[in-house]
């Protein structure tokens, strides 16, 4: 993971180190810049794939082809395979695998990527720019003079003095000739195919695993663990990621209340970590502690939404401990989206509930992947989602919305269907599996303190 910047029809190095200065929490194990005609490009690196040669830019052609790029491409080697007898590859990086793909394919080179991403590439004169499906890498850009500059955080952006900050749109590419091009849409409702029980559990528990595990990539010598909240989704995660890596560090915080109780995430945490048999970590902190940290995450998650700043509190908490022990960490963010998780959607008419659904996925860039990603690289860690796999993504708006809320024992449940389809496996026990869903704030045991702070 990595922080990006650049500008194209002027040579500014000045400002593009600007730029890069305001990113080292993105990249704290390397940096680099590259001038070509009119071109600057300039990459601060967090290391994780190709850890000894990925630097960047990567270049070509005698540096008159290049790319920088923040993100993950987790078929990078499928892909490579394919290049390699024509390209000859200088990393092992899964960026220069990009670079060579679009020498094959031109800018259409972005619908084979698997991934998360963030990307600028230019070949003499000629330059596009591009962005995940989803939007879970951020990139802004804005014009000055005439001239193209773009970056990976909006703080960044403000040194760059454009007249106006645009946020890149996901799931497009961008060339001179033919502008934004969209590539990817979040695929139509068809939520009448997937309408057998057993069937669609069958898919869910066999794209999830596969989305985890794709997840797991990096070099040997990369730490990588997960979030572990003692909810369904996370703790889902987790229990897979766990099959494949011995010892797994997962990651819980809350508070205790007025009596000394702790908060029912910690609590849930304990169970679910003890079941897969991680080496869990918590981080119990205080009312002081949160107020500490709130003029800190507004800043930091360049958002002032209350909902997203409440959320985001505990969100900085976890991603500050998980910080002292990995570098890549999973979560579960994407679930509620994908699955109809969120209280609110219970009072939904069925008939509904998958048009909430795919609004709430095309806005996540703006909102929880906004947030996991600045309070993940704000402590130069990178956070994964796998529940924001395409094929998962494609998959959720097959499945019926009366297989998604459905009755479990007298009451609603969300996400019913996601909980069935690993109903009697070994990854979580039924208490963890079915237990009730609470919002982050509620189950760290800080729902109420930006409240109070506000009164």
Request: charged share 25%; glycine share 8%.
């Amino acid at each position: 993971m990595c922080g990006i910047a650049g500008c194209i029809g002027t040579r500014d190095i000045k400002t593009v180190n600007r730029m890069l200065d305001a990113l080292p929490h993105r990249g704290p194990n390397d940096r680099g810049i590259h001038e070509h005609q009119d071109i600057v490009f300039g990459h601060t690196r967090l290391s994780i794939v190709d850890v000894a040669r990925g630097h960047q830019p990567i270049l070509a052609n005698g540096g008159g082809m290049g790319i920088i790029c923040n993100g993950e491409v987790y078929n990078f080697r499928k892909l490579r395979s394919k290049l390699s007898p024509k390209y000859a590859f200088r990393t092992k990086s899964d960026t220069e695998v990009i670079l060579h793909l679009y020498q094959e394919k031109g800018p259409e080179c972005v619908k084979d990527l698997d991934g998360m991403f963030a990307f600028a590439l230019f070949e003499g004169d000629d330059f596009m720019l591009a962005r995940d499906p989803i939007g879970i890498k951020p990139l802004y850009y804005g014009y000055r003079d005439n001239n193209l500059y773009f970056t990976s955080e909006l703080g960044a952006m403000t040194r760059a003095a454009v007249e106006e900050v645009h946020e890149f749109p996901a799931g497009h590419y961008y060339t001179p000739k033919e502008g934004f091009v969209p590539y990817y849409q979040i695929p139509e409702i068809q939520d009448h195919l997937l309408d057998d029980i057993e069937e669609a559990s069958n898919q869910i528990r066999k794209t999830f695993i596969e989305a985890v595990k794709k997840r797991l990539l990096a070099d040997p010598e990369v730490p990588v663990g997960s979030f572990c909240s003692g909810g369904l989704d996370s703790s889902l995660v987790a229990a897979i990621a766990a099959d494949d890596i011995p010892h797994l560090h997962t990651f819980v915080v809350g508070m205790k209340d007025e009596k000394g109780d702790l908060s029912d995430d910690v609590k849930a945490a304990r169970i679910a970590a003890k079941h897969i048999g991680s080496d869990h970590h918590e981080l119990i902190f205080t009312e002081d502690e949160y107020y500490e940290a709130l003029p800190i995450v507004i800043k930091e998650l360049e958002s002032y939404d209350p909902s997203l700043v409440r959320c985001a509190i505990p969100c900085y908490f976890t991603c500050k401990l998980a910080a002292d022990y990995v570098t890549v960490v999973l979560t579960g963010e994407g679930a509620d989206e994908l699955f109809t998780g969120y209280h609110y959607m219970k009072h939904f008419p069925e008939d509904k509930l998958n048009l909430e659904a795919r609004r709430c996925i095309g806005n996540l860039h703006n909102i929880n992947l906004q947030r996991a990603d600045r309070m993940g690289m704000l402590f130069s860690l990178e956070l994964r989602v796998p529940f924001l796999d395409e094929a998962m993504v494609d998959l959720s708006m097959k499945i019926p919305p009366g297989l998604k809320i459905r009755e479990h024992h007298g009451a609603k449940i969300e996400k019913w269907i996601l909980r069935k389809a690993f109903e009697g496996t070994h990854y979580l026990p039924d208490e963890i599996l079915w237990r009730y869903k609470v919002q982050y704030t509620q189950g760290a045991g800080c729902e109420s303190l930006g409240e109070s702070l506000a009164e």
